[in-house]
């Protein structure tokens, strides 16, 4: 699947280094070729003489061993790739990144570089929890750079949660993805997906059923027609697809800032089931029951409507706008209803009352609603709901 294609390897110095070995081997056994390049402390944690081993090649580890009065070699070893993977992306490579930094071989390449970028992070949980991490991430994000993982699990600092490095066969289907040709390729296209929860105190919240299936779904096959996705999700119960930039959020409000920092996009589907009401008396401690048997009177407060306010944007508006509409009864009058007052240009309407298993389920049966009037789509897998409009939505937005 990689036969032709070069990967500029850049290996950053984190514990997951030693995962970039199995990456080498994975990519090469696809056919492709890999350009190893080694940080300083990468060289701590993995041997260049491994690396270079199962790449074939030799490992490039020095700015000024390249940098020739008759060659430009960092220019030339950054274009020479199809596609730069930095694997592990520890949070200095990545400050490096946001900010441009070109202050030794791998970030000069970085810089440098013409081709599109995917980063695999990995650090330690809080790292990666840092608001300067989170507005890195949010800039590289801007800047097209395409993120794979990272995943929560165990750490090698003991630590529990996000910041393990993806799996290499993860870190494999991104640069698949990345390299695919397709009616989207290199277009930017935004996906929200799951629920939210809005928070009464720090330990409830209220939710709804959504799994996310549908929105990781579309996800996934717009990537798979070589769309750059940007995967805005709430807490789902189904984990986010590879090959796309995911940015994790747990509230309506979070959800705006999150949709608003990555536009501009070409397209903006709007698949989360996003909680209309929180509850504006949350309380920062946990409530307790006083002993009089009475419960607590929640206040509830309205949340932006997401589809609404990017659908009504004056500026930067994405050209195709696709909201969804849960509708337990008349789906196709309130779905057109909802078409017109919130702007958006399709409304994709599904019916979600109980007897259907649809919310929560595998299976989808929808209408799409546009300014032609209504159509109706067979009950099929969400996969293929999700294949069949990514296809009408390139469709949509034409070849350039
Ligand atoms: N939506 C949104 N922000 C909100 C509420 C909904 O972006 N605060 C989006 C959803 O992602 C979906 C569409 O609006 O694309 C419709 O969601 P739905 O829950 O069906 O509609 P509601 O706005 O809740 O309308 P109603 O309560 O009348 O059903």
């Given at each position: 699947?990689?036969?032709?294609?070069?990967?500029?390897?850049?290996?950053?110095?984190?514990?997951?280094?030693?995962?970039?070995?199995?990456?080498?081997?994975?990519?090469?056994?696809?056919?492709?070729?890999?350009?190893?390049?080694?940080?300083?402390?990468?060289?701590?944690?993995?041997?260049?003489?491994?690396?270079?081993?199962?790449?074939?090649?030799?490992?490039?580890?020095?700015?000024?061993?390249?940098?020739?009065?008759?060659?430009?070699?960092?220019?030339?070893?950054?274009?020479?790739?199809?596609?730069?993977?930095?694997?592990?992306?520890?949070?200095?490579?990545?400050?490096?990144?946001?900010?441009?930094?070109?202050?030794?071989?791998?970030?000069?390449?970085?810089?440098?570089?013409?081709?599109?970028?995917?980063?695999?992070?990995?650090?330690?949980?809080?790292?990666?929890?840092?608001?300067?991490?989170?507005?890195?991430?949010?800039?590289?994000?801007?800047?097209?750079?395409?993120?794979?993982?990272?995943?929560?699990?165990?750490?090698?600092?003991?630590?529990?949660?996000?910041?393990?490095?993806?799996?290499?066969?993860?870190?494999?289907?991104?640069?698949?993805?990345?390299?695919?040709?397709?009616?989207l390729?290199?277009r930017h296209v935004l996906?929200?997906?799951?629920?939210?929860?809005?928070?009464?105190?720090?330990?409830?919240?209220?939710?709804?059923?959504?799994?996310?299936?549908?929105?990781?779904?579309?996800?996934?096959?717009?990537?798979?027609?070589?769309a750059?996705?940007?995967?805005?999700?709430?807490?789902?119960?189904?984990?986010?697809?590879?090959?796309?930039?995911?940015?994790?959020?747990?509230?309506?409000?979070?959800?705006?800032?999150?949709?608003?920092?990555?536009?501009p996009a070409e397209a903006a589907?709007?698949?989360?089931?996003?909680?209309?009401?929180?509850?504006?008396?949350?309380?920062?401690?946990?409530?307790?029951?006083?002993?009089?048997?009475?419960?607590?009177?929640?206040?509830?407060?309205?949340?932006?409507?997401?589809?609404?306010?990017?659908?009504?944007?004056?500026?930067?508006?994405p050209r195709l706008?696709?909201?969804?509409?849960?509708?337990?009864?008349?789906?196709?009058?309130?779905?057109?209803?909802?078409?017109?007052?919130?702007?958006?240009?399709?409304?994709?309407?599904?019916?979600?009352?109980?007897?259907?298993?649809?919310?929560?389920?595998?299976?989808?049966?929808?209408?799409?609603?546009?300014?032609?009037?209504?159509?109706?789509?067979?009950?099929?897998?969400?996969?293929?709901?999700?294949?069949?409009?990514?296809?009408?939505?390139?469709?949509?937005l034409?070849?350039?």
């Open positions: 699947m990689l036969a032709g294609k070069r990967i500029l390897l850049i290996i950053g110095g984190g514990i997951a280094a030693y995962k970039a070995a199995e990456l080498i081997r994975l990519i090469r056994g696809q056919g492709g070729a890999v350009t190893p390049v080694m940080t300083g402390a990468a060289a701590e944690f993995v041997t260049p003489l491994t690396v270079s081993s199962l790449a074939g090649e030799a490992v490039h580890r020095d700015l000024f061993d390249l940098t020739h009065e008759a060659e430009i070699g960092h220019i030339q070893l950054s274009r020479a790739a199809d596609l730069v993977v930095v694997a592990p992306a520890t949070a200095d490579l990545m400050a490096k990144m946001a900010a441009g930094l070109a202050n030794d071989l791998a970030s000069t390449l970085l810089l440098a570089t013409d081709k599109r970028v995917l980063i695999a992070p990995a650090m330690n949980v809080r790292m990666w929890h840092h608001p300067a991490t989170q507005r890195n991430l949010a800039q590289l994000g801007a800047d097209g750079v395409l993120c794979v993982g990272p995943n929560a699990g165990d750490m090698a600092c003991g630590e529990h949660g996000l910041g393990r490095m993806a799996e290499p066969a993860e870190i494999l289907a991104a640069i698949t993805a990345a390299l695919a040709d397709g009616p390729k290199g996906v929200t997906s799951g629920p939210t929860h809005e928070p009464i105190d720090p330990v409830r919240y209220i939710a709804n059923r959504s799994s996310g299936a549908q929105g990781t779904a579309l996800a996934a096959a717009l990537r798979d027609l070589g750059r996705v940007t995967f805005v999700t709430g807490p789902a119960t189904v984990p986010p697809p590879a090959g796309v930039t995911v940015v994790r959020v747990e509230t309506a409000r979070e959800m705006l800032a999150a949709v608003e920092a990555a536009l589907v709007f698949a989360a089931a996003v909680a209309d009401w929180r509850v504006a008396n949350a309380a920062g401690q946990k409530m307790k029951k006083d002993g009089s048997g009475r419960a607590p009177a929640l206040e509830f407060a309205e949340n932006p409507d997401i589809l609404a306010t990017v659908s009504k944007r004056s500026a930067g508006r706008v696709v909201g969804f509409a849960a509708e337990t009864h008349e789906v196709e009058r309130h779905a057109t209803e909802k078409r017109a007052r919130k702007g958006c240009d399709w409304i994709v309407a599904n019916d979600v009352s109980p007897g259907t298993g649809i919310m929560g389920g595998t299976e989808n049966a929808v209408t799409i609603i546009d300014a032609g009037g209504a159509e109706h789509w067979e009950r099929m897998g969400k996969d293929a709901v999700a294949r069949r409009l990514a296809a009408r939505i390139a469709a949509a034409g070849a350039d």
